[in-house]
């Protein structure tokens, strides 16, 4: 059973700093291209970022969050991290992180229904 675990997400200030990290098991993530999506109250669930599948793979970010937050993923691990930096009070939402179903394949995957797995998601309230 694939499983996907977020963590790091919390309360901070304008312009600081958090790093989220998802874990999964149940596969191995190596092969898979994954994702970052977010929530906020009474909005839809967003994209964020997504990487490929190898080590080093590329990466693509939506606007809002392009030069200020970077995904990467340690496929030794198993994990993708997302890392916020210059955060704003509009970033506040629930993070989910996703694994796609199907094998390689790129990282320009920014739809809710290109991935077949998700966490629970984490928190991240940045207060003005």
């Known amino acids: 059973q694939v499983q996907l675990v977020e963590s790091g997400g919390g309360l901070v200030q304008a312009g600081g700093s958090l790093r989220l990290s998802c874990v999964v098991s149940?596969?191995?993530?190596?092969?898979?291209?994954m994702g970052w999506f977010r929530q906020a109250p009474g909005k839809e669930r967003e994209f964020v970022a997504a990487i490929n599948w190898s080590n080093s793979g590329s990466a693509y970010y939506a606007d809002s969050v392009k030069g200020r937050f970077t995904i990467s993923r340690d496929n030794a691990k198993n994990t993708v991290y997302l890392q916020m930096n210059g955060l704003k009070p509009e970033d506040t939402a629930v993070y989910s992180c996703?694994?796609?179903?199907?094998?390689?394949?790129?990282?320009?995957?920014?739809?809710?229904?290109?991935?077949?797995?998700w966490g629970q998601g984490t928190q991240v309230t940045v207060s003005s």
């Open positions: 149940g596969r191995t993530s190596s092969r898979y291209a």
């Open positions: 996703a694994l796609r179903g199907a094998p390689y394949g790129s990282s320009w995957y920014n739809r809710v229904d290109d991935y077949d797995y």
